[in-house]
């Protein structure tokens, strides 16, 4: 297993905790897990993709799907539940 990187800021949420994959050479998968029990899937973590990051670069991408590295993003421009951003108009903008 590998370890989040140190720029990575955020605190997990209740109930939730961080796991780090390697996904390619330079390339570091960060899931979000779920630890809450659900009849579904037995009782195991639920797991989702929170973003990817590259080890050279030390650079944040979001994702596309678990298998696609999105765009770059800022680490301050991102959630503790997922670094992918919200795409909003400048009227729903106002109210976040």
Known sequence: MFELPPSFTHEPPKGYSYEVKEHKRNLLAIWICNHNEYVFNSGAP???IWGFYNTKKQQYYAPINHKKCGD???IFDTRPYTAMQ???NPLEAAFV
């Open 86 to 88: 919200l795409n909003l």
């Open 72 to 74: 770059e993003v800022d």
């Open 46 to 48: 639920v797991k989702c």
